[in-house]
C-alpha cells in the first residue's frame, strides 16, 4: 500500500445566511441591479415593475455596475442600501457574471438586503453551486428558460411574466419549490 | 429552506462540492465549512502506483485532467518542499470560486501530480500569487463561458536553472519544465481554486468554459532573454529580479508568419491584423491586454531598424483597428472607453485603449514565426518576482 497526498487544500469559507424575509411587499423599494449583458436589465426591470403593481411595492432604483465580470462598485451598492429594500440583480447567464452575480446576491445578502438572482435554466445549477460555496446554499436563485442574449421582446416579456409568482415567493420566503430530498 | 431540486453530487447536510464527486468524501457540516479534506483527516491509500491505481483515484475524487499523473507520496512532497525556503504552510491566498487555501504545501501535492521536477516549487509558488492577485480576476477566469487559460510566462535566470525551454518550441512539446509548470498551474486552478467543468467525470461545475481550449492542459513558455534586442520584459516593468513569473487570462496564441520583410512595418502589419478581429474579446473591451511574443529574427530585424519596444506597442496600438461604426454595429454591449465612443462612425478605433496594453517580448528560436496571444477581457496579467 501507498500513501497519497490530497491536492485540494482546506476551504476557508464561513457559512453565511439570508437576509430576513419580509411577510409583505407592500411600500418596499425594490432595486434592480443590472449587470449590462444583453437584456439583463429589460427582464429583471420587467419583473420588478410587474411584482410592484402585483404588491404595491415600489421600483426605485435601476442602477447598472460597470462590467459583468467584476463585483459591483462600493458606490453602487451604497446607493442601493440608500435607495432600497430588496434587489433583483443577475444575470446568471454564462460562467464569469454568474460567478460575479452570485458574490453580489452573497454580499447583498449578509448587508440584509433581500436579494434574487435571475439565472438562465442552462446556468442555474451552476449558480446554485456557487452561491453554496460561498456560503449561501439557499439563495434566492430564479431561474427562468433562457437565453437572455438573441431572445425577442417578447420571448423576454413571456419569461418576465411567469417569473413574477416564483419572485414573491423567493422574497417572502414562502417559495413553493419543493425542499431537497434527503 | 431549500427552494430546488436536488442536485447529483449534493446530499443533505453535504455542502455541494465543486471539485469532485462525493463518495467517498468526507462529509462536511453546514454550518461550519472550514473541515480539512479527506486526506487531512484520513490518508489516502491505494494498492500500488499503477496507472489503473491511480486513474481509479483521479476518477472516484473528481481531479485531474484526463492525462496520467505521478502518484504524490508524502516522500515525492517533501522532497518538492524541500527545495523551498519559505513557510510551506503560508496562505498565499484563498483561490476561487472553491476558495481553497493555497499553501506551498498543497502545491507541492499538485506540482508532484503534475510531473514537475522537485526544485520547480519556488516558480509555482510565484505564479499563484499571481493567480490570487486581484486584477487577475481568478474568480472570473475560473468560471467564465470563455475558454481562458492561464498563460504563464517565466523569465530571468529561472529559465536556465530549471531547464525552461526559451528556444525553438518554447510553446511545447517536448520539454518538462515547460509542460509540468503550466499543467501545475491548470492543476490549482482545478483542485484548490475548484475550477473543474461539468464535464470532468460528471462532476465539476466551478469551470462554466463552453468548449474549452488546448491550453488549459498547459500554457507555459519563456521570455528568450538572450535573443532580445530589448531590456527583459520584467525590467519594462519596473521589476529588477532576477527571476520572475507572469501570469495572464488569455485565450490560445494565434501565429503570424513573414518571411520577407525587410522593416518592421511589414511585420508588424500582419501583426496588427491578426490583433483586429472581432472574434476576441479585446473588441469589447478596451482595456483588454495583448501578448504580442515576436521570434528572434522579426525582433532583430524590427530593433535593426532602431525601433524600441515601446515603437513596437505604439505601432501596433496605431494600426490594429477597426472603423468606430464597424464596432458599434457588432456589439451593443461593450467596455469601451469613454473617448472611444466619442468617435465618429468612419474614425478607426483602436482594438485597445493604451499601447501598454500591447505586451511585448521575444521567445522561440531560428525562423520567421511570431505569435499574438489575446485576452480573456476582464483581467490584467501580474508578473510576480521568484523568491
Known amino acids: 500500500m501507498i500513501e497519497i497526498l490530497s491536492p485540494e487544500g482546506r476551504v476557508g469559507a ?14 418596499k423599494r425594490i432595486a434592480v441591479l443590472d449587470n449590462l449583458k444583453p437584456h439583463a436589465g429589460q427582464i429583471q426591470g420587467a419583473i420588478a415593475r410587474l411584482v410592484a403593481e402585483r404588491t404595491g411595492a415600489t421600483v426605485t432604483l435601476e442602477i447598472p455596475k460597470v ?6 462598485e462600493p458606490e453602487v451598492v451604497e446607493r442601493i442600501l440608500a435607495e432600497a429594500d430588496l434587489v433583483i440583480t443577475g444575470s446568471a447567464d454564462c460562467g464569469s457574471c454568474t460567478s460575479w452575480s452570485a458574490h453580489d446576491t452573497v454580499e447583498l445578502e449578509q448587508l440584509g438586503i433581500p436579494t434574487v438572482l435571475l439565472s ?8 446554485e453551486q456557487v452561491c453554496a460555496l460561498y456560503g449561501l446554499p439557499e439563495a434566492r436563485i430564479l431561474s427562468v428558460p433562457g437565453p437572455l442574449g438573441g431572445s425577442s421582446d417578447a420571448q423576454l416579456d413571456a419569461m418576465a411574466a411567469d417569473a413574477v409568482e416564483r419572485t414573491l415567493g423567493l422574497f417572502t420566503g414562502t417559495a413553493a419549490n419543493p425542499e431537497v430530498p434527503a | 429552506m431549500k427552494h430546488r431540486e436536488a442536485k447529483p453530487g449534493t446530499r443533505r447536510g453535504e455542502p455541494p462540492r465543486a471539485t469532485a464527486k462525493p463518495k467517498g468524501a468526507v462529509v462536511a457540516d453546514t454550518d461550519q ?3 480539512d479534506t479527506a486526506a487531512d483527516k484520513e490518508p489516502l491509500t491505494l494498492p ?22 505521478v502518484a504524490p507520496t508524502r516522500a515525492r512532497v517533501d522532497a518538492m518542499l524541500a527545495g523551498y525556503t519559505g513557510d510551506p504552510d503560508e496562505v498565499i491566498g484563498t483561490l476561487a470560486p472553491r476558495l481553497g487555501e493555497a499553501t506551498p504545501r498543497i502545491l507541492a501535492v499538485n506540482a508532484v501530480m503534475a510531473g514537475c521536477p522537485a526544485d520547480l516549487l519556488p516558480v509555482l509558488v510565484a505564479a499563484v500569487r499571481g493567480l490570487v492577485a486581484p486584477e487577475f480576476n481568478l474568480r472570473g477566469v475560473n468560471s467564465t463561458t470563455h475558454p481562458v487559460s492561464a498563460m504563464v510566462l517565466v523569465h530571468g535566470e529561472a529559465v536556465e536553472r530549471h531547464g525552461f525551454n526559451a528556444g525553438t518550441g518554447t510553446l511545447g512539446p ?48 519563456a521570455e528568450n532573454t538572450a535573443a532580445s534586442p530589448w531590456p527583459a520584459y520584467p525590467r519594462s516593468l519596473g521589476i529588477d529580479a532576477p527571476s520572475a513569473v507572469t501570469v495572464a487570462g488569455m485565450e490560445n496564441p494565434h501565429n503570424f508568419h513573414d518571411m520577407e520583410s525587410r522593416d518592421p512595418a511589414g511585420i508588424l502589419d500582419k501583426a496588427a491584423t491578426v490583433m483586429a478581429t472581432f472574434g476576441t474579446n479585446n473588441a469589447v473591451v478596451s482595456d483588454a491586454e495583448y501578448f504580442v511574443v515576436l521570434g528572434p529574427e522579426h525582433a532583430a530585424t524590427i530593433a535593426g531598424a532602431g525601433w524600441a519596444r515601446q515603437d513596437v506597442q505604439s505601432y501596433l496600438f496605431e494600426k490594429a483597428r477597426r472603423p468606430a461604426g464597424d464596432f458599434r454595429a457588432h456589439f451593443q454591449s461593450n467596455l469601451w472607453r469613454p473617448w472611444m465612443k466619442a468617435l465618429r462612425d468612419d474614425d478607426l478605433q483602436p482594438m485597445t485603449d493604451h499601447p501598454e496594453n500591447i505586451r511585448v517580448l521575444v521567445s522561440g528560436g531560428p525562423g520567421k514565426q511570431s505569435f499574438v496571444v489575446p485576452s480573456w477581457g476582464r483581467t490584467r496579467s501580474v508578473t510576480v518576482p521568484v523568491a
Open chain 2, 48 to 69: 500500488d502506483e499503477s496507472p489503473e491505481a491511480l486513474y481509479a483515484l483521479l476518477a472516484d475524487r473528481g481531479w485531474g485532467d484526463g492525462l496520467p499523473i
Open chain 1, 14 to 27: 464561513p457559512s453565511k445566511h439570508l437576509a430576513p424575509s419580509p411577510e409583505l411587499l407592500a411600500g
Open chain 1, 120 to 127: 438562465t435554466a442552462g446556468f442555474t445549477e451552476l449558480a
Open chain 1, 67 to 72: 462590467s459583468a465580470a467584476l463585483p459591483a
Open chain 2, 174 to 221: 517536448g520539454n518538462r519544465a515547460n509542460a509540468t509548470l503550466g499543467r501545475a498551474v491548470r492543476f490549482v486552478m482545478m483542485h484548490v481554486a475548484g475550477g473543474t467543468a461539468k464535464g470532468h467525470d460528471g462532476g465539476g461545475l466551478g469551470d462554466a468554459a463552453t468548449q474549452g481550449q488546448p491550453s488549459k492542459y498547459t500554457f507555459c513558455f
Open chain 2, 33 to 35: 465549512q472550514t473541515a
